[in-house]
């Protein structure tokens, strides 16, 4: 063999492995990619609260959907998947996400403004406390019934971690045991905080 | 033995001759592995590109948003006579969101030094989502090296009031960097991949301008410690010193949605007389509930070039050359109790006197904190710095207290 052949096979030699590797590499990351439908707002919503959850912690405490609006937190979800690495799919569930409690939060609001709230004379029920629950998108950072994110603390079980009293003021008002708490507040009518505790207790679990 | 240049000659320390090809051609592969396995990556991403989900049609597609951090604080230094000082800085970022594909984005910095208010360019850059997983960004960028420089620096993100004595800028009081906050002109590809359950891999590849020598052509140069080692600077300049662009690259694997590992490097000269830098980073990151564990460490190789003139300009790449290595590395852990959160870090470095870290030829440095948080985003961060050094010039302990706010 020639020493230009012998060269040539030294160094085909050196590159094998990592381009083998890089290849592999390259192959898994495209064939694994996981594809995430959009068709279900509620699914798309909770896969963002998941995401939010363990990606932003990543590098910082997570921030609160009310300190942006929905233009804003798209501008800015757009950074963070410059910086962070985000893909499309997670990014857009996220933003969903925000837009999710930050709809919900405004809905709140409003009803809360409102001069006579029907559901103040609403009679608290577990089935109303689950409707309500499902719209505020709850199983997003929580998990309910044994599914749902990992933001927050499991509500399964939660009354035999915490008194009602406690339920009630977290939901009346999220951040007064935590500053930093990201939990959004809904200003939900006392009738409704009743009917998402009873729903909670319906719940149980562990 | 070859000639070094002015910032090499105070050195006195061990240094080994080798020929010193193998970290450059080693630095080169694993970039052009990186590259290629993204372009790989990106061919069939291309080929599906226009079947990817528009960005949430419903919302208006132009916004500008003004985000960033500022910080207020006082440190103690106890340096003989103790020096009090009060000190504060605004980063604000401004991003220009247009359509769904591109994105500008830049921070200024401005402080104030001995009475001078002094204004930089942090990073100013144009990001095009090529689709779900790649985006090419172009302009001045913060380097994926590492993670802290990249992700973790801003005030608020970072827990402690001051950043590892491993990075920083040159201006800055404590000990010297031993590289700045890096960031550089030049083109990157980045690329993410989504496992699902949490897990993903991510990359970067980038070609930048390189590293330059603060000081170096004919300025008298200061080192750390009066050792080889010089100021290295990126990004100061849009003149390119040789032509010779640096090659970089990052791969992260998020192994679960709380453990992250993150393998860095790159290779650039910084001379014009072939001098080179090789730079390989580790990173790790996991987190137990409210429980946060990180920590990063980098070698670094340099290779003096010869001092030899070639009529053609060429360099003699089969020369003795003089190589040396430094490095350094910080593992910090924190836990948070409501809106509690004490930290301890703790640094090590080693001077180019040592391949290893071995204790008489380094410096280390021991960081108590504890912040306080007001909201997400805004804390009272305090920091006790007790600094070690062995082998340069003395560092004084150091208490800082600083409100990082970021918005």
Known sequence: MSTTAKNLAWSASRWALPSLIGLLAAGCAASGTVERSVEDPIALSNYGAEVYGYSCARCHNARAAVERSDREWKAAALHMRARAN???????AVIAFLSSVNAATTAGALARQAPAAPEAEEPPSAERGKELAT???????????GVGG????SLDGVLGRRDEDFIRRKIADPRFDNPNSVMPNFRFS????ESILAYLKSVGGK | MAAFTDYARPYHGVLHESRVMTPRRIGRRICIVLLGSLALALAPELATAQSTVPFIDELPSHEFLVVGYGTAGWQLT???????TFFGSLSPLFLFQFGDHFLYEAEL??????????TS???AQIDFFLNDQLTLVAGKFLVPFGVFGERLHPTWINKLPSRPPLYGHGGESGPQPLLPILADFGVMLRGSWDLGKGKGITGSAYVTQGPSVEGAHGEEEENHGGGLIPEFQFGEDVTDINNDKMLGGRLALVLAPSFEIDLSGFTGEFDDDGSRLNAYNVAAEYRFGSTEFRGEGFIMRYDFGEAEDHDDGATDEHAERVTAETGGFYVQASHRIGPWEPIIRWTRRSD????????????SQLTFGLDYWFAPSIALMAGLELNDSRSHEEVPNRFVVHWAFGF
């Open chain 1, 190 to 193: 006392a009738a409704r905080v």
């Open chain 2, 352 to 363: 180019a006197t040592a391949a290893t870290f071995d204790t008489d030829a380094g410096y």
């Open chain 2, 121 to 123: 360019l942090e990073y």
């Open chain 2, 78 to 84: 106890a340096n003989g006579a103790t020096q009090n």
């Open chain 1, 150 to 153: 990992a933001l927050g603390p």
């Open chain 1, 135 to 145: 719209a505020a998108g709850c199983a997003g950072c929580h998990v309910i019934g």
């Open chain 2, 109 to 118: 910095e401005f402080d104030i030094e001995e009475g001078v208010t002094n």
């Open chain 1, 86 to 92: 985000l893909t499309g799919p997670q990014a857009r």
